[in-house]
């Protein structure tokens, strides 16, 4: 059994019946305001749910299926995200600062105010994103990622200081940029 405290309160949330969370379909449990940290999550199913609040740093999600979550004020800060499915989510407000997104898929998703800090996002996909406004790609790796369908200009250039686009669609946009053309 793992037992899930409240990311505020530390108060007991609920005993996850197992001693691991890996592979397993968590769409049935709530996890608003859920301190996971540190816990294996590769391969689960966390389809479609809330995660408001979510305390998630330093997880291995690595193949986790995330497609359709609410994220409100998650935190993932130095979590593995690896092919990880987190596309067509309604809203996506979360810091992925030092986390490791290569090969992620954000698809369809709307990333208001997402905090990718020191993120490695290599080959990810940021396709068909509605709205980047206010998102942060300080020192970002970002090579190969994909923006088609996306306007990687809602995000301030300030906000994109440091961000590798190498191979990108917007590479030569931050060239431009740099050199005042």
């Not at 300030?158 to 931050?174: F, K, P, S, V, W």
Request: hydrophobic share 40%; proline share 3%; charged share 25%.
């Amino acid at each position: 059994m793992i037992p899930v405290y409240h990311r505020h309160t530390c108060e007991l949330l609920f005993e996850f019946p197992w001693d691991s969370f890996q592979g397993k379909d968590l769409r049935e449990f709530d996890l608003r305001f859920a301190n996971i940290s540190g816990h294996d999550l590769r391969g689960c199913i966390l389809e479609k749910i809330d995660l408001e609040e979510v305390e998630a740093s330093d997880c291995d999600f690595t193949d986790a299926t995330m497609t359709g979550v609410t994220v409100v004020e998650g935190i993932f800060t130095g979590s593995k995200l690896i092919r990880a499915k987190m596309n067509n989510c309604p809203r996506i407000n979360a810091t992925f600062a030092g986390a490791d997104l290569t090969e992620i898929d954000f698809s369809g998703s709307n990333l208001d105010r997402s905090n990718f800090t020191n993120a490695i996002a290599r080959k990810a996909k940021f396709s068909r994103i509605p709205n980047l406004a206010g998102s942060i790609f300080w020192n970002t790796d970002c090579t190969e990622a994909k923006f088609e369908g996306s306007d990687l200009t809602q995000v301030s250039p300030i906000d994109l200081a440091g961000a590798i686009l190498r191979g990108t669609t917007y590479e030569h946009l931050m060239k431009e940029a740099k050199h005042g053309h």
